[in-house]
């Protein structure tokens, strides 16, 4: 599956298209298929989202999990600070990125 | 500490206001990401992993406590309460607002602070000796002909467009605390025969090509050394590569067309850059210098200190280091704990080095490359103060120089530009190595990880360097052997095969055994390296 990520203009947070919005959560991720370009180049214009691109992605029962160690580590935060992650209750949150 | 002008405050506000208005106009939409960028990269202002991130300039790495304050308030206001201070003697923010950016600028200014020329191809934060003006070996301070450098660079006409970024380091001492020759221009100042002037390497660098600078003249006079830059960089201005940006930094054209051609162009350059008069007057120099008088010494301090405490006493030892004057003492604050991140402080624990510099240090401080603060002049009766206050923060870490003070970049846990996480394989280096009576056997070992081959982490100048690449999506560890940043500069080179991060922290501890098994007498790590060469620790690691 393919997704479409970025940042958002004002805050820089890493966001994730949904097929209706942005989220800052990979799990609200829509498969973009082929049309990744087409919407990128749409929200980018409207000021909804910088520096935006497509990604390589698993489908898994947890939701999407991006190919890309890369990916991950934007999608959760850093690795050496769980307490600046998106689940920062979760101590095992950060072997969802290794 | 210099002290802005009012000439020096209104660019920087300006500057401010003009970014302000910029910003305005990316988030109204008159401005594109394309047509924004460059502008806010002349900021400082990069976007990183997870959010933009701010790269302070902290010139020559000196500071006072109300600029490092400031710093403090900075990360707790539009931060995450930390910042992460850099091998360029800088601070980065991982977490800032674009939207805020404008407002935490117009904050930095009120105290002479500034993002400026701290990213795109210019001449960046000129670096210097963190031990300026208390070295005992210092033949001058550098830190006036840095704050002349930083003066002549900053909006200089002709090099705000270079083939790429540039950096210049200035020292004055044999001993080399700045990675001097490992800059494009490296300076250290020298006398001869009781005149002040320069030795001046050209081309050095880490990053894709590391290269150490070659001599480009053994003595330029002090007061021709403004004009003999400025030809430095005309030179490359006009010659380097614009097309390629993996060969337009200096040290490929001076490898390209060799050290003895870009010497020849540099001194008919010269020639005519003296004719234009850009060297200050004696009266200008002798103001910029005016603001880095020594400070205020008591002649009769005392040189005793009482080291009942045992871990005062280990402190002491590793921490602090010897004073021009005596009665007083450089205090090194490693902010390298125990698997902790390098160079990364609180904003609490930068506020307790503000208190501890104003209180105990004529209000310095300074930032190394080696992501240390250094309290330059302190007391030896405060010393003890002074440890028990570090120790409450948790930044008595007594490990200077030994191979849990490692250096690295941010890696992949936030720079864009990584391929490998650096920080982790540090942490698990350093639990490894934990006790300390372990790491002082060991002695000094410079080990420093770059999680991509731009080495920011500047591995090829580690004793022992680990360099993080991407192998088909996964992270591998290569580890490099040799390489020193200081006055024995050389680069390191990788001795085989890269390591998961398991391994690599093995591989590590392997290097150690050989060294402690082979070493004579008072050899460091990097002597019986280069004593018995590279096979004992290949065979040891790969065998």
Redesign the interface.
């Known amino acids: 599956m393919k997704l479409l990520t970025g940042n958002d203009l004002k805050s820089g947070a890493v966001t994730w298209w949904t097929g209706a919005g942005w989220s800052l959560h990979v799990e609200d991720a829509a498969d973009v298929g082929e049309h990744g370009e087409a919407i990128l180049s749409a929200e980018q214009g409207a000021r909804r989202v910088n520096a935006a691109y497509v990604i390589a992605a698993v489908p898994t029962t947890d939701g999407p999990r991006p190919a890309h160690i890369k990916d991950r580590v934007r999608a959760l935060g850093p690795t050496v600070r769980g307490d600046l992650t998106l689940k920062p209750a979760d101590p095992t949150a950060g072997e969802w990125i290794i | 500490m210099y002290k802005y002008d009012n000439y020096d405050q209104a660019i920087v506000d300006a500057r401010v206001a003009e970014f302000r208005d910029q910003v305005s106009r990316?988030?109204s939409?008159e401005m594109t990401?394309d047509q924004f960028k460059p502008l806010r990269l002349m900021n400082g202002l990069y976007?990183q992993?997870?959010?933009?991130m701010l790269r302070v300039a902290i010139p020559y790495g000196t500071l006072d406590s109300r600029q490092m304050r400031m710093l403090a308030h900075i990360a707790r206001k539009y931060d995450?309460d930390y910042g992460h201070f850099t091998t360029r003697q800088n601070i980065q923010y991982n977490?800032?607002?674009?939207?805020q950016c404008a407002d935490l600028l117009e904050e930095l200014a009120s105290v002479e602070m500034h993002a400026i020329q701290t990213s795109g191809n210019c001449i960046r934060n000129i670096s210097s000796d963190q031990y300026a003006g208390a070295a005992a070996d210092e033949v001058a301070d550098p830190r006036p002909w840095a704050e002349l450098l930083r003066q002549w660079s900053s909006f200089h006409p002709e090099f705000s467009y270079l083939p790429r970024k540039f950096k210049i380091a200035v020292i004055a001492s044999r001993e080399d605390r700045a990675a001097m020759r490992l800059h494009d221009i490296g300076i250290e100042l020298v006398k001869q025969d009781g005149v002040l002037g320069a030795r001046v390497f050209v081309g050095g660098g880490m990053g894709r090509t590391p290269m150490i600078a070659p001599e480009i003249n053994p003595f330029v006079r002090a007061d021709d050394l403004l004009s003999y830059v400025e030809a430095c960089l005309r030179v490359y201005n006009r010659y380097g590569r614009r097309d390629n940006i993996y060969k337009a930094r200096i040290k490929i054209l001076i490898h390209e067309i060799g050290a003895d051609a870009y010497r020849e162009q540099v001194a008919v350059e010269f020639a005519h850059v003296k004719t234009l008069g850009i060297d200050p007057p004696l009266a200008e120099l002798e103001r910029i210098s005016a603001f880095f008088a020594p400070p205020a010494f008591e002649a009769d301090a005392t040189d005793s200190v009482d080291r009942s405490d045992p871990d005062f006493a280990v402190w002491i030892d590793q921490n602090v280091k010897v004073h021009k004057q005596s009665g007083y003492a450089i205090v090194n604050i490693s902010l390298k704990p125990i698997g902790g991140?390098p160079g990364d402080a609180s904003s609490a624990q930068i506020d307790v080095m503000a208190d501890l510099a104003e209180q105990y240090s004529f209000d310095e401080l300074r930032i190394t490359h080696t992501q240390n603060i250094v309290l330059p002049h302190v007391a030896k009766r405060d010393l003890y103060a002074v440890w028990a206050a570090l120790n409450d923060a948790g930044l008595a870490n007594a490990n200077l120089d030994l191979i849990s003070d490692i250096i690295a970049c941010p890696g992949?846990?936030?720079c864009?530009l990584?391929n490998a996480?650096s920080?982790?394989v540090a942490?698990k280096i350093a639990l490894r190595f934990a006790d300390p009576a372990c790491q002082r056997d060991l002695g000094e070992i410079k080990l420093k990880i770059s999680g991509c081959i731009n080495g920011c982490g500047h591995h090829h100048a580690g004793h022992i360097g680990i360099l993080g690449v991407d192998r088909k999506?996964?992270?591998n560890y290569q580890l490099l052997l040799g390489g020193s940043g200081a006055e024995d500069v050389s680069l390191g080179k990788i001795i085989g095969p890269g390591f998961d991060e398991d391994g690599i922290v093995d591989a590590v501890e392997k290097a150690t055994e050989v060294y402690k098994k082979l070493r004579q007498a008072d050899e460091r790590f990097i002597d019986t390296y280069r004593r018995v060469g590279v096979d004992p620790f290949k065979e040891a690691i790969y065998g």
């Open positions: 990316r988030l939409g990401e976007l992993l997870h959010a933009y995450r977490w800032i607002k674009l939207e991140i992949l846990d936030y864009s990584a996480r920080i982790p942490q999506g996964v992270e």
